[in-house]
């Protein structure tokens, strides 16, 4: 009996949960008319089918809520449309069935080709919504102030429509009422704002949290009244033209994680505080006109990520980090980029720096860093990818812990002091690395049994390195770029060089070296090559490239005629050619060249010639190429 009556309630109990089951599920189906309204602007909009997969399964006589993109509440209405990089193009009619889904509270129409149509003001109907999203959709003009209207807006994203303008309506008539705003991303939209009114319009939106004003066009100084938006953790002003102090007061925003004023003209000293703030992830300064000795207090950036103090004017030494022990570095354990490059920072590196275990990215490179590099800590569980200290006046050993950086993909030491001999194929226990510069140290590199087992290595610069051979690099398949210039190679140019060319490599430069001849048989392949063979020994016949913007065999033994298909190279771009040239060639390239394009001598072409020869150009010749540029 009393397993009857346990059995009796829970049937009753089972009954109805799958009634409100399917209750919620006759909620959500689509309401008809909303169903329609989709239809229709599907209809209107013109899009690839093959690449918009979400507007391709909207079908009639389905449940539209289980549309791609499309999101329903509990009663049908469509609260949600995700049409992000559906292939849109064309544009968005004022009249669209879009601004007829008055429940729409998210809307994302980013990464599409709206062609630079205008925003419409039909936006201003949608007034439950909440996010909008238009990134990368070429959306161009005024932003209209229907957009003023949807005063619930928490997230507004119209960046990189690169056509977009706000100048009439203003920022300020715009913005005025969208008190409700955390998100704001309008980089790359042209806002026309004499100096400090952008700052000024924007700083009622209290509410904000996130804001994107990269390239902009904006100008300086930022007015005071900005310091009212406390909640910012994210602000975003790269490439503008501000021109003015950093503002003190943006230490007061107690929540800001990320700070990027790279290339915004700012100048004098850094505020102390701004590299106080506890808070900060991301600090980026780079590329502007600050100055003063490096600031110690960076070490208080305890949570920071990234740090970029590039293209500025700070000095050193840096005596509190040649000074600081290991341990103090501990708070820095999530540091995975520092980039001081193009400052005069001075004195030694500290091993307490290189040794920070989170590092990916060390640029230190044009500064006045001097004296040894040391031993690297922990080098073998380093995670360092990215190393470059070029252009400084570090001496001595390179120490021998470097070649433990397993993770290593680009190391450049070039122009410094670096002393020492040094087998090339050491190098390759560096088994991600596909950069490597050593050109111009006082280092002498020893190449002989390289047997080139880098597994991609897609750069190499070893200019001025005392090479007496070359390197083994016949089984590369990747490299575009080789600089074995100023060595004491001799002999044949090895066929298997060009073959590195045919895979994609664009700069060749083995000048200043003591060789005679090409290996023969050689191709060049279908690569567009730079070729630079100024200042070696070579002779016989001219190596001609078939696609190439810059060719230089000056200072050489050549004894044969430019072959004429040479001048073809004028055509493609901005040729250097250096040799002996005779008169019949300019005859044969003056008369194709001027039957082929007649308008050549108007053209904005930059066509420069080296000329290191013993005849002159006739004076017929230099009338009719006027943009030619002799340089003897």
Not at 180 to 185: I, M, R
Not at 298 to 327: A, C, E, M, Q
Not at 383 to 394: G, R, Y
């Amino acid at each position: 009996m009393r397993i009857s009556l346990f059995v009796w309630l829970f049937l009753i109990l089972l009954s109805i949960f799958c009634g409100c089951g399917s209750s919620i599920s006759a909620y959500s189906q689509c309401v008809d008319r909303e169903r329609s309204l989709l239809l229709q602007l599907k209809k209107s909009l013109k899009f690839s089918s093959s690449n918009s997969p979400k507007l391709g399964s909207w079908n009639e006589g389905t449940d539209c809520c289980k549309w791609g993109g499309v999101m329903c509440n509990q009663e049908g209405h469509v609260i949600d449309l995700d049409l992000n990089d559906e292939s849109i193009s064309g544009g968005i009619d004022n009249s669209s069935s879009l601004f007829s889904l008055h429940y729409l509270q998210r809307l994302n129409l980013a990464h599409n080709d709206l062609d630079g149509s205008q925003i419409p003001s039909g936006f201003g109907k949608l007034s439950n919504l909440i996010y909008l999203n238009m990134t990368l959709s070429s959306f161009g003009g005024q932003i209209p102030i229907e957009i003023s209207r949807m005063t619930r807006l928490v997230t507004l994203d119209l960046s990189y429509n690169y056509r977009l303008v706000v100048k009439n309506p203003s920022l300020k008539l715009l913005f005025r009422n969208l008190t409700e705003l955390k998100q704001l991303y309008l980089d790359g939209i042209n806002i026309s704002a004499h100096r400090h009114e952008w700052s000024q319009a924007l700083s009622s939106l209290s509410n904000l949290q996130e804001l994107g004003l990269s390239f902009c066009s904006l100008s300086g100084p930022i007015d005071s009244s900005f310091v009212n938006l406390r909640s910012l953790s994210l602000i975003r002003l790269n490439y503008n033209n501000i021109s003015a102090r950093v503002p003190e007061f943006f230490a007061d925003y107690s929540n800001l994680t990320e700070l990027h004023l790279f290339s915004c003209g700012f100048y004098g000293k850094v505020p102390e505080r701004i590299f106080q703030i506890p808070t900060l992830l991301v600090l980026d300064l780079g590329s502007n006109k600050l100055e003063g000795f490096f600031p110690d207090s960076v070490l208080k950036l305890t949570h920071i990520v990234y740090l970029d103090l590039s293209g500025n004017n700070f000095t050193g030494p840096i005596p509190s980090l040649r000074t600081i022990p290991w341990s103090h570095f501990d708070g820095l354990v999530n540091l995975t980029s520092i980039d001081l490059s193009e400052n005069s920072v001075g004195g030694t590196i500290p091993s307490s720096l290189i040794g920070i275990s989170s590092l990916s990215e060390i640029l230190l490179q044009q500064n006045q860093f001097e004296g040894q590099l040391p031993e690297f800590p922990n080098a073998s569980s380093s995670l360092l990818q990215l190393l470059d200290l070029s252009n400084n006046k570090l001496e001595g050993l390179i120490p021998m812990s470097i070649l433990e950086l397993g993770s290593l993909r680009g190391l450049t030491l070039s122009f410094n002091n670096f002393s020492g001999t040094m087998q090339f194929e050491i190098f390759q226990r560096l088994g991600n690395l596909i950069m490597l510069d050593l050109a111009y140290n006082s280092l002498s590199i020893d190449a002989s049994g390289s047997n080139s087992s880098f597994p991609r290595l897609t750069g190499l610069s070893l200019a001025s390195c005392k090479l007496q051979q070359f390197p083994n690099l016949k089984n590369q398949s990747d490299m575009d770029y080789l600089d074995l210039s100023n060595n004491q190679i001799s002999g044949e140019i090895p066929n298997w060089i060009w073959e590195l060319a045919g895979n994609g490599y664009s700069y060749l430069n083995l000048s200043h070296n003591l060789l005679v001849d090409l290996q023969k048989p050689y191709s060049f392949g279908n690569a567009t090559l730079d070729l630079d063979l100024h200042s070696n020994q070579l002779h016989g016949q001219i190596p001609i490239p078939p696609l190439s913007n810059y060719l230089d065999y000056s200072s050489n033994n050549f004894n044969y005629s430019i072959p004429v298909d040479i001048g073809f190279g004028c055509i493609i771009g901005s040729l250097l050619f250096c040799e002996r040239w005779r008169w019949w060639y300019y005859k044969h390239v003056d008369r194709i060249l001027l039957r082929i394009l007649p308008g050549r001598q108007k053209q904005e072409k930059n066509v420069s010639m080296l000329q290191s020869l013993d005849h002159q150009l006739p004076e017929e010749y230099l009338e009719k190429l006027k943009r030619l540029r002799l340089i003897n």
